[in-house]
């Protein structure tokens, strides 16, 4: 603590760091899932380069968007904001560096070990043993520099930003060695249904404990900041809290309708997947009536406007799941690519989104200086915005396409040549994300290394 | 309500540990550890492609979970809790990009899959499906063996069928193009045997047919019909070459039924699930005025003409 406490100005480097990394790695997954999109219309474009097949890009892609570009992102805004919210210093710098680098050397050996077909064959929790350590290690630290920052706090009252991070990346440090059986290190799974059930309890939680609270941490911080206006209102935020935690932690299985589990716990699922709209509008109204009247100031400013449009998409990814959880709407969707629509609205356009809202809206005050290009980052934002929508469009196309016609007994060959051209247009859409996060990670670097702008 | 750190942090681990206890553990302590009708151990080879099966990610385009709504590949029987009781981890899978592969062991013959997994496209025109010829030979093997035991014991019934009529095929195969026609066609019910095909050849049917046999059996038949597509490398006994049959009592029927039915213990597959009565005839009668040159199509007896006829 004392050699924060001496330090003149903070440098902000755990906050650049992590900023880095979320623009590299999102430039890395997005092009793995471009290459993945382009195999699904070429299989043989890659034929006989083994760690480039499909089943090996996919876990690859899925990874780094959730710990690579997401994940980072949103952490950049908290360690910038969890300081300034407690005005004081971030405990340790020099952990805090020592986190990133961690963090982006799990991500490496994520890509390996992977591309060389190390995979323990199980969503979101693929990654063997040493590298699960390594992940866990990396989300304990931050915990550790986070509740020391809060515990040397200056200012007595917790915003609501650092319960939802605090509470974020502790739970998340449990659920992911319960999801990936850290006690088994051989297979790193269960035997059966109940592997199944903890799974989709820690996959679904990789959305509802990470990608959520995290977002919402950025939300709370970033919306009424732009808005110069308080928050609408503090019960709301509690509510909001508390009823995530308890409802969100419950409907995994929602994943799990057709399959043999019990049936109490599917029923649990679906009605507190119903029960979502709970957490969900105590949030969004919290930070849609923050922003009421004050639209123009959110426009004005391209980090809020990125994270209000993220609040647009976590609305409609969320109706649209309570509505997925309905069994008779599963029949149509479920194993199929309305569920990959569903989770690119979660995770690029609500999670993803806030996530680089939050970096645009930092970078000026961590560097002291202008963004380096509002224009690129408005361009980006375009860019993601018809990118998402262009691929809800399409997936949910071919979705009910393929559900629909399995559930009038064609079978999946036949349905084949009717996903083709979905699957050129997806792969075009793919092409414009993939630019965007070039974009991005240029405008990131100019604006931390190479900036030109005048000191603010 | 005061937030403290304490109250955040301990606060949510507490909810956590109710709700793991609830929605994690309850389901674990009351699990189903019964061995359903169709269990058995899975041999140490199947165990090792299965290693492969993880490693090269197909579960994200294969379930392994067949519902009670479905209707393709497996649906003969529904999955229970008792199938899955060694699997670890467990496949079920999240998309079928590719059909559900809980009972796919039997379906098809090893030669089959030999030459599928080299190139999907080998043996299915239109397979998304990644080429796993760089796993190498032994891999392929082990793999095959997997999917073989998919199924377990109901696999173990349908492998022992392929095995039967393989060791019969080959024979009639190995005693030339005559035994081998013969053989063919003696399995084929009779009532089909003396059935000309009852439509009429038009263009626009053997058009319908081209386009049927380019998706679906171009692979193995080759566009010229003799046999030799990429596929037949692979395959004992090899696709038919066409050609042979000219002059040897072939008949729309006979056709007809091969196509539908599959000729089990051969590479041939069923087509009766992705193919309506009407394109089964048309490629039909494709291979016949093409490939054999010779077709009864609209010959007696027919019955009554059909109503769509010009
Ligand atoms: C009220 C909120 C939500 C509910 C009730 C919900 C419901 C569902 C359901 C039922 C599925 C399974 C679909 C199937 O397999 O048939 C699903 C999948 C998914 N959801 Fe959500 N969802 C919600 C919000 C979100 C959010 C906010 C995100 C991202 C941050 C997200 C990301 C995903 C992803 C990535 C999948 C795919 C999982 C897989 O790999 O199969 N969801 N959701």
């Given at each position: 603590m004392t050699t924060n406490a001496t330090?003149?100005?903070?440098?902000?480097m755990t906050a650049k760091g992590f900023c880095l990394t979320s623009g590299f790695w999102m430039m890395v997954a997005t092009f793995m899932g471009l290459l993945g999109a382009t195999e699904l219309i070429a299989?043989?474009?890659?034929?006989?380069i083994g760690w480039l097949v499909f089943g090996r890009v996919r876990p690859i892609h899925v990874n780094l968007v959730l710990f690579g570009f997401v994940t980072p992102g949103l952490l950049s805004s908290a360690f910038y904001y969890v300081p300034r919210l407690l005005r004081t210093e971030l405990y340790s710098e020099k952990l805090g560096v020592i986190t990133v680098l961690a963090w982006n050397f799990a991500l490496v050996t994520v890509v390996v070990s992977l591309a060389m077909?190390?995979?323990?064959?199980?969503?979101?929790?693929?990654?063997i043993w040493p590298i699960d350590m390594l992940i866990v290690l990396a989300f304990t630290l931050v915990f550790i520099n986070l509740i020391m920052t809060v515990a040397q706090r200056k200012e007595p009252i917790l915003y609501v930003s650092v319960w939802y991070v605090c509470a974020g990346i502790v739970l998340t440090a449990v659920t992911f060695s319960l999801g990936n059986v850290i006690?088994?290190?051989?297979?790193g799974s269960l035997v059966g249904i109940p592997d199944a059930i903890l799974l989709w309890f820690y996959g679904h939680n990789v959305f509802g404990l990470l990608l959520t609270p995290l977002s919402a941490g950025v939300a709370y911080y970033v919306i009424p900041r732009a808005c110069r206006a308080p928050l609408y209102s503090h019960t709301l935020s509690l509510f909001g809290f508390w009823s995530l935690l308890v409802v969100y932690?419950?409907?995994?299985t929602h994943h799990l309708?057709?399959?043999?589990?019990p049936t109490w716990l599917k029923v649990i699922s679906i009605v507190d997947s119903v029960a979502m709209v709970i957490p969900v509008m105590a949030f969004l109204i919290n930070i849609w009536y923050t922003a009421k009247g004050k639209l123009g100031e959110i426009h004005a400013d391209i980090g809020a406007k990125f994270v209000f449009t993220g609040t647009i998409m976590y609305f409609f990814v969320s109706i649209q799941g309570s509505m997925m959880a309905l069994p008779d709407v599963q029949r149509v969707t479920?194993?199929?690519?309305w569920v990959v629509a569903h989770a690119h609205v979660g995770v690029l356009g609500f999670a993803g989104m806030i996530s680089l809202g939050g970096l645009y809206y930092i970078l000026p005050r961590i560097t002291g200086?202008?963004?380096?290009s509002r224009f690129l980052a408005d361009f980006q934002y375009w860019l993601i915005l018809i990118g998402v929508i262009g691929f809800t469009v399409v997936l949910t196309i071919v979705g009910l396409i393929q559900g629909n016609a399995w559930l009038n007994g064609e079978t999946v060959y036949r349905i084949l040549p009717e996903m083709h051209v979905y699957y050129v247009t997806r792969a075009s859409i793919g092409l414009i994300i993939f630019s965007s996060a070039i974009l991005g990670l240029y405008n990131i670097l100019r604006s931390i290394f190479f900036n030109p702008g005048e000191i603010s | 309500m005061k937030m403290t750190p304490k109250a955040v942090v301990i606060g949510s681990l507490l909810i956590l540990a109710t709700i793991v206890f609830v929605v994690v553990f309850l389901p674990y302590a009351t699990r189903i550890q019964l061995p359903s009708d169709i269990f058995r151990d899975r041999t140490a080879h199947e165990a090792d492609g299965r290693a492969i099966y993880i490693a090269n990610g197909c579960v994200y385009c294969h379930s392994q979970s067949i519902r009670s709504i479905d209707w393709g590949l497996g649906a003969e029987r529904i999955a229970q809790a008792g199938d899955y009781i060694q699997d670890k981890p467990i496949l079920l899978g999240s998309e079928r990009t590719g059909p559900d592969l809980s009972q796919e062991g039997g379906e098809h013959p090893d030669d089959w899959h030999t030459a599928h997994f080299i190139n999907p496209r080998y043996t299915?025109?239109?397979?998304?499906m990644p080429a796993f010829?760089?796993?190498?030979m032994d891999d392929i093997k082990t793999l095959t063996t997997y999917a073989q035991g998919l199924g377990l014991k109901h696999a173990d019934k349908r492998i022992q069928r392929q095995r039967f009529w393989k060791e019969k095929a080959v024979r009639a195969y190995e005693s030339g193009p005559e035994g081998n026609v013969k053989w063919l066609h003696e399995n084929v019910p009779e009532g089909w045997r003396n059935l000309p095909n009852p439509y009429p050849t038009t263009e626009a049917g053997l058009a319908r047919g081209h386009k049927i046999y380019q998706d679906?059996?171009?692979?193995?038949?080759s566009p010229i019909g003799?046999?030799?597509?990429?596929?037949q490398p692979h395959l004992?006994?090899?696709?038919?070459?066409?050609?042979?049959?000219?002059?040897?009592?072939?008949?729309g029927g006979i056709l007809y039924y091969q196509i539908m039915n599959g000729i089990t213990g051969?590479?041939?597959?069923?087509?009766k699930r992705e193919l309506e009565s009407e394109k089964i005839w048309d490629v039909g009668n494709y291979v016949a005025v093409?490939?054999?040159?010779?077709t009864d199509a609209?010959?007696?007896?027919?019955g009554i003409d059909a109503a769509y006829e010009p």
């Open positions: 330090s003149a100005l903070p440098t902000y299989p043989d474009l890659t034929e006989n077909g190390y995979s323990q064959g199980r969503e979101y929790a693929e990654m006690w088994k290190p051989n297979s932690t419950h409907i995994g309708l057709q399959v043999p589990v479920h194993f199929n690519n200086k202008p963004l380096y | 299915r025109p239109l397979s998304i010829a760089f796993l190498g679906f059996c171009l692979g193995c038949h003799d046999g030799m597509g990429p596929a004992n006994p090899p696709p038919l070459n066409f050609t042979i049959l000219k002059d040897r009592g072939v008949s051969t590479a041939m597959p069923y087509f093409y490939f054999i040159n010779q609209d010959t007696e007896p027919k």
